[in-house]
């Protein structure tokens, strides 16, 4: 339930163990690399230059890209911790591997490219396949063009009507498919260009099938050219099944490299931030508190390296690490998608905890849907990392879903169904019913409300005073007490018959007095003294928005109702489905009616959550932190192997 205290720390490393200890200081993933001003040029590391990785891990993506496209490795895993021993060698072993994978890929392209080529010339062949023509005589003819054309059939019809004006012309329609007709023709010489011009704009497209000939008919060529293509897909085998036996014996190998490549790009960027003399090199870190002994337990690896701790400075950017227990841990996904509080301020996760699952459980209001929750929990946990961003959603889930169960019993709903109407005994644990009685949800729902922004105006107080700003914290005292204060007169506004005019009236007179209070004491800053006055309208403004506040909780009732509504709905249309009550069709009515009930009921438990976890948190964000939590801090960049 706090920020973790995080201390500025200088190791002062002999040249000699430098790299060592980098390597170290990386693997451990407990401090954050200092960015200097001066930003210095990328030396060596390791021996090797920061172009040579470069160029290197782009020719790795390259093999890696080419590699998956044929061959899956399901069972590799990385290692805990990547050794740079003889980084050089392996430099250019993994070299030769990529420029043979590089290689075999070229003869595979090249292979492809002619068999596309092979494929297309087969094609158009094939639409003039059985004519019987001796295509080496046809090309000696001194007198008469040969042309052979694809054009659809009321376009042909066209060029029939404009061939009439040709002194001779002969055609064969050779295939008709679909609407396309392909077609052989013979005219005099000297009428080609006007049949070349004619064929332009009619929009008809020629087939040279002279060029595509190396023998003299049609169907010797597609022996030829189908002999060559079974060749080449031969030859395309090989070449693929050379570079799986390469994946299968390098993947791993080719792999890690990669990762070693970011890895030591990594350390090429951190190095811009190390200041160096001629005999060591100074690194200055931060570092919080939870990894102290961590780094103790590093240092006694290399008792040559100076280390200086330091309390950092007040300007200083200093990060923000949240601590808190494992219980509320998972809610600082919560916290950190509105923001990081700053170093100093109050980290806001275990308070705003109990209050988002209650919100949220209320808004789901149905007992099966908390056990969906469950469930999701159980079938994502393995599939999420714990370094993912989203494993402690993940981990929400669980806490979410039981909360909803337990809220979802006192709610009286199963699915849409009410318990109290098939479970007489289990009335009185039924406390509302947002659908029959929404007036009671939304007195609770007023309470609540009360209740979370009077307590975020406590941890103000409480803020304040450890600040030693207990002027401050005054005006926060005295707010919480005027809205509990003045809360009868504004809840007899809504329900008149529910307050005694006697309460009313003794929280009026001390609303009053405390509301003067506030004005005078709030207007001490306030100068020149004639603006003073002017207090009066802006804390009367204040009172309404510190209500309005409290009525924003009713949308919690708006949710429930919602989810609660559409469950029924879904019920009522199923039961009308089963009963073959909608479209009167006695034997597809029944089948489809368990589909509906399963799938209505999954996507009213998707918009629930989504509805429930939105306005949750938003009155999380507006409501509660508005009184309390100043954000601005920001995330630790924890020096940590890239793999992670």
């Known amino acids: 339930m706090a920020i973790d205290k995080i201390k500025k720390v200088v190791f002062i490393i002999p040249s000699e163990t430098y790299e060592k200890f980098l390597i170290e200081l990386k693997n451990s993933a407990c401090v954050e690399i200092i960015e200097q001003q001066i930003q210095k040029p990328l030396n060596e590391f390791l021996s090797v230059s920061y172009e040579q990785i470069k160029n290197l891990s782009s020719k790795i993506e390259t093999a890696i890209a080419i590699l998956q496209k044929y061959y899956k490795n399901e069972t590799f895993v990385s290692a805990a911790e990547i050794i740079f021993d003889n980084i050089s060698s392996e430099i250019k072993e993994i070299e030769t591997i990529c420029e043979k994978?590089?290689?075999i890929n070229k003869n595979i392209n090249d292979l492809s490219s002619k068999i596309?080529?092979?494929?297309?010339?087969?094609?158009?062949?094939?639409?003039?396949?059985g004519l019987d023509i001796n295509f080496s005589l046809l090309t000696k003819c001194n007198t008469l063009s040969s042309f052979f054309i694809k054009a659809e059939a009321h376009i042909f019809e066209k060029l029939k009507k404009e061939l009439k004006n040709f002194s001779f012309v002969y055609y064969w329609i050779h295939k008709k498919l679909k609407n396309e007709l392909y077609v052989f023709l013979l005219i005099e010489k000297e009428n080609e260009t006007k049949f070349l011009n004619l064929v332009k704009k009619l929009e008809i497209t020629l087939i040279n099938i002279l060029e595509l000939l190396t023998t003299d008919s049609i169907e010797t060529e597609i022996e030829k050219l189908s002999c060559e293509l079974k060749n080449l897909y031969g030859f395309k085998e090989e070449e693929t099944e050379k570079l799986i036996n390469v994946a299968k014996e390098n993947f791993e190998k080719i792999?890690?490299?990669?990762?070693?490549?970011?890895e030591l790009l990594d350390f090429f960027n951190a190095q811009q931030n190390i200041c160096s003399t001629q005999y060591t090199k100074i690194i200055y870190c931060w570092l919080p508190q939870k990894?102290?002994?961590?780094i103790l337990s590093l240092l006694k690896k290399f008792p040559d390296v100076k280390t200086l701790f330091f309390e950092p400075e007040p300007n200083e950017n200093t990060p923000t690490v949240l601590t808190n227990k494992p219980l509320t841990e998972p809610y600082e996904f919560i916290t950190t998608l509105y923001g990081l509080p700053k170093q100093t301020e109050v980290d806001p996760t275990s308070f705003l905890a109990p209050f988002f699952t209650i919100f949220f459980a209320l808004c789901l209001s149905d007992m099966f849907y908390g056990v969906l929750m469950l469930i999701s929990y159980l079938l994502l946990r393995k599939k999420i990392k714990k370094t993912s961003l989203y494993y402690n959603l993940i981990v929400l889930f669980k806490y979410l879903g039981i909360t909803s169960i337990i809220i979802g019993i006192f709610l009286g709903s199963v699915l849409g169904f009410s318990i109290i109407e098939n479970f007489k005994i289990l009335q009185k644990i039924v406390l509302l019913d947002p659908l029959n009685k929404p007036v009671d949800m939304l007195k609770f729902t007023f309470l609540l409300g009360l209740i979370q922004i009077t307590f975020g105006l406590g941890i103000s107080v409480v803020k304040n005073i450890k600040n030693k700003d207990i002027l401050s914290a005054i005006d926060s005292l005295s707010w919480a007490v005027f809205i509990i204060t003045f809360s009868p007169v504004v809840y007899k506004l809504f329900f008149?018959?529910?307050?005694?005019?006697?309460v009313v009236n003794i929280a009026s007179k001390v609303a009053f007095w405390l509301f003067l209070f506030i004005v005078l004491f709030q207007s001490r800053n306030i100068k020149p003294i004639f603006l003073k006055p002017i207090n009066f309208f802006v804390k009367a403004y204040n009172?309404?928005?510190y209500y309005a506040d409290i009525l924003s909780y009713s949308r919690i009732l708006a949710l429930a109702l919602a989810s609660t509504a559409i469950a029924q709905t879904i019920n009522i249309f199923v039961t009308k489905l089963f009963h073959a009550q909608l479209l009167g069709i006695k034997y597809i009515e029944p089948v489809l009616a368990p589909i509906v009930f399963v799938f209505g009921h999954i996507f009213n438990f998707l918009i629930s959550c989504l509805g429930g976890f939105v306005h949750s948190a938003r009155l999380q964000y507006l409501e509660f932190f508005s009184k309390f939590f100043v954000s601005g801090g920001r995330p630790i960049k924890i020096f940590q192997p890239v793999r992670r």
Do not use: A, R
């Not at 990894?291 to 961590?294: T, V």
């Not at 008149?496 to 006697?502: F, G, L, R, S, Y």
């Open 543 to 545: 009172t309404i928005g």
């Open 116 to 129: 596309n080529i092979i494929q297309s010339k087969l094609q158009t062949l094939s639409f003039f396949y």
């Open 291 to 294: 990894f102290y002994k961590k």
């Open 255 to 262: 792999y890690t490299m990669y990762l070693k490549c970011l």
């Open 496 to 502: 008149p018959m529910d307050v005694p005019q006697n």
């Open 101 to 103: 994978i590089e290689q």
